[in-house]
């Protein structure tokens, strides 16, 4: 379930972080004192011992006044002393009224919050996450029902709720027993929480406390697990699931709770403490059946504070050391397992289009999870040619995939956000999504589905390797640009109802495609809009061109077709995935040619990708490296192809093929890809195995590192301890580690 990715932003996290240090020394201590409580404790908790009562903690001592009488020449004369009463070496912490060791009663109490607040928390969670599944999946009645309740239920405090509830248990308990006693688990509760054992029934037991924190605290849970299921059961790769006949429980168990662990978890540690500090309450009123808590204590201590303060200061210092821990524990796995959440706003510089960040994809196959992309960062700016650039297998067509949101199953964009800069947008969506909108930006990926779908054309267009499978073979290319014209301007018309119009424009062309072949569907503009664009990308006699089917096209033909497609929304960014390697030499130069004049006359920017530097070299201003699903190197052209800093980039220099070259040869280093799925992945730097500079921290620092850049406007980033330090081939990695 933990995966080495996670366990490395956790250990990440943990370093960076002496809050999160402490947190877990104090959770580690509390449940050590609560599993070896009868070694820890020096008397039994219970023990009562009148003539030792109220002693003082070490190093204090208590003055009481006594009173003596004497008799003096035959009447009784009284005079009052003061007394000193020392504290006791086996008693360190004192006595309480009753001569009970207030240490043992503090180490014993750590049982009981450590039971009521994890038994507690676990039934809160396991109802809870049923119900909000179910709730958010089905939707209808159990919804509505669940909603209104958790409306009700999350307005009262849950202090006066838990009240309610022990009062109604109260009630009935001639037939409702302490889930303890209808367990059987009496005498070894009894036990382990320090009580006398072979008591009646009636002697109530945490159980019940548990229970009722348990329906007090569900509905939290419940909530958490609706959303994620209400999100995603639109999301098209649910629906494909669904299609493909996986059953419902599959597709929970699959898509939903993954996605929903990480709320799930952090919303638990905090439940842990919001319950150890309830049953304190309930206790301290006197509303929970033990007589052994850190709360119980507190209110018998209550009534000795001016003389014996150490009753209640004890189990006080307990509560808060215990709930502070958990806390700084919780927040550690916030932190940790949810990077975006404090993540850098992105409004500040307006020059960039697209700010892709922390974006990570992966596949659910039968192997196993597959981290095809792993948070990946960028940023594209107005009007520039960005390059990804890696070896075949290293995400760059994944991540193209991500950014347009048409990942398919069994892959699925588990994080990250992808902001696009449009005004219009943001304003339109401030209210309804503010969680979607950052200044003019908005995050494509939390937008409704129907305006992501809008935004594809206008916003985003792609142009893919191989054009053949993009164009239908049976309709003429004129009328699939004026098609994907036509799209776009109904699109435009009415954006808010995108959706539908152009489904119902499909499935109505679909039907007029079948019923009348030859029937035209779009508008006479549409097809002359259709034949500019066919002149615009160079196509000789366009109109006489735009009446032909693709096989009647060469591939360069073709390409330039793709791209008159692409063009046809006018789109802010165009994403061009390998879009010459299938070409001929000469050909690739003129589509290049053609992308460079595109960008620079309409103003698009592109997204690049491809696995020939020659390429990157000649097109782009910035350029990221990919490997193994991360970023590992990006910046300026300058400073990445100069000054490169990471040995993967320096690698793949060493041998630029050339663009004139007929087969350009990929991965001039020694070695493989490593392998993406996640149980083989680890914790280390990827490239370490094959990397001839590989040192001993290669395999603890990951990080990305800030590296010398060519200009104040660019950073150079590099995912290298390099960028900070020498290679010293004393650290050198021995090859017997590299393998590890
Ligand atoms: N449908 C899929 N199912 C499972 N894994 C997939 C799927 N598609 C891609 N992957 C995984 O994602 C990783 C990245 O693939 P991607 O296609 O993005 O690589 P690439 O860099 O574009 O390579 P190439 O240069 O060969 O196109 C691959 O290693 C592959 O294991
Ligand atoms: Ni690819």
Known sequence: ?????????????????????????????????????????????????????????MGFSRTTEETTSEMVNGSL?????????????????????????VYSRAVYGARTSMMVGVLGTLLAAVLGVSVGLVAGFYRGRVDDALMRFADVSLAFPSLVLAIALIGLWGRAAVDVPDPFVVLGLVDPVRSALGL??????????????IVVVGLVNWVWFARIARGEALSIREEEYVKAARALGASDARIIGRHVLPNATTPILVLATIQVAAIILLESSLSFLGFSGTTLSWGFDISQGRAYLSTAWWIATVPGLAIVLAVIGVNLVGDWLRDALDPGIEGEGVSEMADEILKVRNLTTRFFTEEGQVNAVEHVDFDVRDGEVFGIVGES??????????????????????????????????????????????????????????????????????IFQDPMSSLNPSITVGEQIAEAVEVQRRARANPRRTRSRTQGYGLGRLIA???LPSQSYVSEESEERAVELLERVGIPDPEQRAEEYPHEFSG???????????????????????????????????????????????DMSVVLITHNLGVIARM?????????????????????????????????????????????????????????????????????????????????????????????????????????????????????????
Request: charged share 25%; glycine share 6%.
């Open 556 to 602: 360069g033909m073709l390409q330039r077709a793709m791209v008159a497609q692409a063009l046809a929304g006018e789109p802010d960014v165009l994403i061009a995935d390998e879009p010459t390697t299938a070409l001929d030499v000469t050909i690739q130069a003129q589509i290049l040619n053609l992308l460079t004049e595109l960008q620079e006359e309409e």
């Open 1 to 57: 379930m933990i995966s080495p990715r996670t366990l490395r932003n956790l250990r990440k996290e943990l370093r960076s972080s002496a809050l999160a240090k402490i947190g877990i020394v104090l959770v580690l201590a509390m449940i050590l004192i609560a599993a070896f409580a009868p070694f820890i404790a020096l008397h039994n908790p219970t023990n009562q011992n009148l003539d030792e009562n109220n002693l003082p903690p």
């Open 196 to 209: 006398p054992t072979g008591m009646p029934d009636s002697f109530v037991l945490p159980g019940t406390v």
């Open 620 to 740: 782009c201003q910035r350029v990221g490296v990919m490997y193994a699903g991360e970023v590992v190197e990006r910046g300026s052209l300058e400073d990445v192809f100069e000054n490169p800093v990471h040995p993967y980039t320096e690698g793949l220099l060493g041998s630029i093929p050339d663009i004139e070259d007929p087969a350009p040869r990929l991965s001039p280093i020694e070695g493989n890809v490593p392998s993406l799925l996640d149980a083989e992945m680890g914790e280390k730097c990827y490239f370490a195995d094959r990397c001839p500079k590989a040192m001993t921290s290669c395999l603890t620092d990951i990080e990305e590192h800030e590296a010398p850049a060519a200009t104040d406007d660019t950073d150079h980033l590099v995912r290298c301890i390099l960028a900070d330090r020498e290679y010293d081939e004393s650290e050198a990695l021995g090859s017997a580690a590299k393998q590890g």
């Open 513 to 515: 495609g079948a019923v």
């Open 393 to 462: 297998g290293s995400g760059k067509s994944v991540t193209a995939l991500s950014l347009i949101d048409l990942v398919e199953t069994p892959g699925r964009i588990t994080e990250g956000e992808v902001w696009y800069r449009d005004a219009d947008l943001a304003e339109e969506h401030r209210d309804s999504h503010p969680e979607a909108v950052d200044g003019d930006y908005v995050d494509v990926r939390q937008l409704p589905e129907a305006t992501r779908r809008w935004l594809r054309g206008p916003a985003f267009a792609t």
């Open 77 to 101: 004369e009284l005079t009052n002393e003061t007394v000193y009463v020392n504290a006791s070496a086996s008693h360190p912490m004192g006595t309480n009224s009753l001569g009970q060791d």
